[in-house]
């Protein structure tokens, strides 16, 4: 299998209850490694162009201001196949869906405040990697 990266937002709800080590053990604990992080508060314009292709759903509106509530942490992380890896450890977009034992299920609050959002593919993953990183801050 392939070790590849995944990118990874701990969101709002989650830095709010002080969860960032708490989420972060759990990520490692799934066999990812962080190879970049940083605490920011996220401008209207970066959330709304980082959920761009959200923009006609209905619930965009309230996803953006959420996502500009409270600090974040933007991550990314590195693993054998790291998207799944990381999309297994996340759970379900819904807590009420989640599995046992997965970072939704354990912190989410509801399916806006779910605590971590994760790229769904390679190609969105290097997509949004390069919304926040430049090369030289990734350290594997
Ligand atoms: N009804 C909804 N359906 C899907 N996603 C929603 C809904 N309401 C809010 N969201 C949020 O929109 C986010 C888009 O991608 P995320 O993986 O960050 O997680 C999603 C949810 O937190």
Redesign the pocket.
């Known amino acids: 299998m392939a070790v590849t990266r995944t990118f990874s937002i701990i969101k709002p709800d989650a830095t709010r209850r002080n969860l960032t080590g708490a989420v972060t053990k759990m990520l490692e604990d799934a066999g990812l490694r962080v190879v970049a992080s940083k605490r920011i508060q996220m401008t209207r314009e970066q959330a709304e162009g980082f ?1 761009a292709v ?1 923009k006609e759903r209905p ?1 965009f509106g309230e ?1 953006v201001e959420f996502m500009i509530s409270g600090p974040v942490v933007v991550q990314v992380l590195e693993g054998e196949d790291a998207v799944k890896r990381n999309r297994d450890v996340m759970g379900a ?1 819904n807590p009420a869906d989640a599995d046992e034992g997965t970072i939704r299920k354990t912190y989410a609050e509801s ?2 405040a ?1 605590s971590v ?2 790229s769904d593919s390679d190609e969105n993953a290097k997509i949004e990697i390069d919304f926040f990183f430049n090369e030289d801050e990734l350290v594997g």
Do not use: D
Request: no cysteine; net charge negative; aromatic share 20%.
């Open positions: 959920y959200h619930f996803l977009t399916i806006e779910n959002h994760g």
